[in-house]
């Protein structure tokens, strides 16, 4: 259960989050769970989430090590800030930044050389969804940002679907076309990295899930765990989320 706070928060704000939100998983031990803050705040995350079960992840980071790249922040910066995760190929990096399925590859890359663990998403935007191009859509992402990595590296990744239109909007996609696209990722892998592969990746489902929609999410055996944007900002709702 990994929650994406995007721009939101300061360090202070961060502080108190964690202050709030650790007693109300501490005794959540049926999944992992991580909080991916924007960069400046990774430090007090770090801090606050010491001794606890809670990993911290960044949103982005450059798949070079150092260089001069104005604005840029690499692997290797955000593993020695203490962080586990970080996120890949955000829509929202898609739609608004240039982000490509070539970049996402290099970020990935770049990620596991980093001992960092990707949460790779890709997604649909409404307008492919209403033409029917759901899985073409997938296909291309996959192939795309994901299928060159080798089985090793690939065993290291979490895969999240996030459905554009759902972000942020409200529009949860029912359990049923999650799972669809789910099993349309799942045999992807499968085709490339073969069943065991396929069984073992975890996939996360992102896009307005919230306490009241999160355990008929949860409730199909294709969905691994939860990508969570607004909710995952207050510390009552994503500890319900968590503990779905
Ligand atoms: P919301 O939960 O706010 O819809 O955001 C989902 C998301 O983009 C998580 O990465």
Redesign the pocket.
Known sequence: MAG?WKMFKTPAQTKDFFAAFLPLVAESKHCEIAICPPFVNIAAAVDAAKGSRVGVGAQNLYWKNEGAFTGEISGPMIKASGAEWV?IG???RRQFFGETDATVLERTKAALAAGLKPIV?VGEMLAEREANQTDAVLTTQFNGGIAALSPEEFAQIVI?Y?PVW????GKVATPDMAADAHRTIRGLVNAKYGADAASKVRILY????KPDNVKGLMAQPEIDGA?????SLEAASFASIVNF
Not at 206 to 209: A, C, D, E, N, R
Not at 227 to 231: E, I, Q
Request: charged share 10%.
């Open positions: 994406n996120i955000h829509s929202e998403c999240a996030e759902a972000i942020g909007t992102g896009g307005s899930v990508l969570v944007g607004g909710a």
